[in-house]
């Protein structure tokens, strides 16, 4: 990464070093050592800035999740009023967040979730902050379009999304011939199901 450079925070650098590093090769595998090595850093310069590595893996989770978010407010606001694409929206910034960081390991969240089992790990609010935004947001937007079943319309466009992240992973792994649409087709057409009014 650019901000990994020589004029970086070294706390920048650690912190671009945690995220490719645990991201690529998952938070078990990734040691100390590999962390301060990619940052270019001393390890005291590492316990000057976070008290261990749990709190650095929170640190990474918090960064990421935060940028996350900024990216789906940007992509809400260019949506406007039309409650359709603000329901959409989340998989505008999902290609948004493409564009900035590398998403085709699938979810960092859902990855480190598997890792990070213990509720007291320093780490463990922020994957519930994940879970949080996307369930509490995506239920707010489907209810403010008018769903007849908000909580059924979100869960449905979170399936899709959480869809969406491990596509990423197997486009490396094409299979010939075979050709899924795009994910925001169908949760436009789940959108569209869930907007028309129930028969009687």
């Known amino acids: ?15 671009d ?9 998952g938070i078990a595998a ?5 962390v301060l090595r990619r940052a270019q850093v001393a390890p ?5 800035h976070f008290p261990g ?3 650095l893996v929170a640190a990474y989770l918090q960064r990421r999740h ?4 900024l990216t789906w407010d940007a992509a809400l606001e260019r949506a406007g009023a039309d409650p359709r694409a603000r329901l959409l929206s989340v998989f505008d ?3 948004d967040l493409q564009r900035v960081q590398d998403a085709g390991r699938g979810c960092a969240f859902l990855a480190a979730a598997v890792e990070v089992v213990d509720p007291q790990h320093p780490a463990h609010p922020w994957l519930l902050a994940d879970t949080g935004l996307l369930t509490g947001r995506l239920r707010s937007l489907a209810a403010d379009a008018g769903a007849h079943d908000p909580g059924a319309l979100a869960a449905e466009l979170l399936l899709l999304y959480d869809g969406d992240l491990a596509a990423r992973t197997r486009r ?13 087709d169908l949760a436009a057409a789940a959108v569209d199901r869930h907007l028309t009014a129930p028969g009687p």
């Open 1 to 15: 990464m650019d901000s990994r450079g020589a004029r970086a925070p070294a706390r920048t650098r650690l912190l």
């Open 17 to 25: 070093a945690a995220e490719e590093l645990f991201y690529e090769h």
């Open 30 to 34: 990734t040691g100390v050592d590999a």
């Open 44 to 48: 005291a310069t590492l316990y000057a």
């Open 53 to 55: 590595k749990d709190h």
């Open 66 to 69: 935060e940028r996350w978010r």
């Open 93 to 95: 910034a999902l290609e």
């Open 172 to 184: 490396s792994l094409p299979a010939p011939g075979v050709a899924a649409p795009p994910v925001r």
